[in-house]
């Protein structure tokens, strides 16, 4: 398939300035979305995406992120997601989004509900012996719904990284090609 010059100056402006990149944009040899988000990922997140996993676990009013060293003994990791996520809650409590937005783009399902529902949603963090942990409460069902969307999302982001371990007992829609 031949490509425009437009296109392929619209992919490369997309990367540069941290947008979402859509499908128009992504063909051929460009990145995938995932690789996408891991490049992104390594200019917001101080640990490696490679030597972690991210753990999604939602929940009927929420859910825990939780982000784990693969070797519970490289305490240099541990503590550079314990300081990421320590930063990302307090952030998050504020309705701060911006590093999610910066790695995943501002069209990120359920992002919107969060920025404007964020008064209603306990934040809370905690360490874990090898990494740590972000839970979220909300009363609210909309705001729970906007949570899994939101978690969907970053599962199918962070692809062979991230793992679900969803208790909601609510049917999901796959968000993982919300930006293709």
Do not use: C
């Amino acid at each position: 398939m031949r490509r425009t010059p437009g296109i392929a100056v619209l992919a490369v402006a997309a990367l540069i300035g941290g947008g979402a990149v859509t499908g128009a944009a992504v063909s051929g040899s460009d990145p995938s979305r995932q690789e996408v988000v891991a490049e992104r990922g390594a200019r917001v997140m101080p640990f490696s995406l490679g030597a972690t996993t991210h753990v999604f676990d939602a929940t009927v009013r929420g859910g825990t992120q939780r982000v784990i060293a693969k070797d519970p003994d490289d305490s240099r990791e541990i503590e550079l997601i314990r300081g990421h996520l320590r930063a990302e809650a307090e952030a998050f409590g504020r309705g701060d989004f911006a590093d999610p937005v910066a790695i995943h783009g501002e069209d990120m399902p359920g992002l919107r509900a969060l920025r404007a529902g964020h008064r209603k949603i306990t934040v809370r963090y905690r360490d874990l012996p090898a990494g740590a942990e972000i839970a979220y409460g909300t009363e609210s069902r909309k705001l729970a719904s906007a949570l899994r969307a939101w978690f969907n999302a970053q599962l199918g982001d962070h692809a062979g990284d991230a793992a679900s371990a969803d208790r909601s007992g609510v049917e999901h829609t796959d968000h993982s090609g919300h930006t293709k």
